[in-house]
């Protein structure tokens, strides 16, 4: 069966940098789109970066400039690098993979989904 493994969070002072990856299984990854989400208690999900299959990406206002999303086919992983992290960022972070190739906007539109990763930015 499909599934998504998120990695890389952790406790990061304001300013710092913290790279998340997915790694996919149990399907030819390169075909879909995937997110990268983000929530916590306070506010509502929130959708921060997204990568189609041809690596066409689209980032949240508030995370563009600081945050890259990108993929290695070959390894079955999309990565996440952020950099400039605010305490505003503090968040479980989750990725998905979409029903489709291109890059998609509303949850429902991701098929799978992984356990996700907190992120704490925190002096």
């Known amino acids: 069966q499909v599934q998504l493994v998120e990695s890389g969070g952790g406790l990061v002072q304001p300013g710092g940098s913290l790279r998340l990856s997915c790694a996919a299984s149990?399907?030819?990854?390169?075909?879909?789109?995937v997110g990268w989400y983000r929530q916590n208690p306070q506010k509502e999900r929130e959708l921060v970066a997204r990568?189609?299959?041809?690596?066409?990406?689209n980032y949240a206002d508030s995370v563009k400039g600081r945050f890259t999303i990108s993929r290695d086919n070959a390894k079955n992983t999309v990565y996440l690098q952020m950099n400039s992290l605010k305490p505003e960022d503090t968040a479980v972070y989750y990725c998905?993979?979409?029903?489709?190739?291109?890059?998609?906007?509303?949850?429902?539109?991701?098929?799978?989904w992984g356990q996700g990763t907190q992120v704490t930015v925190s002096s």
């Open positions: 998905a993979v979409a029903d489709g190739s291109g890059m998609y906007y509303y949850s429902y539109e991701y098929e799978y």
């Open positions: 149990g399907l030819t990854f390169g075909r879909y789109g």
């Open positions: 990568i189609s299959s041809g690596r066409s990406t």
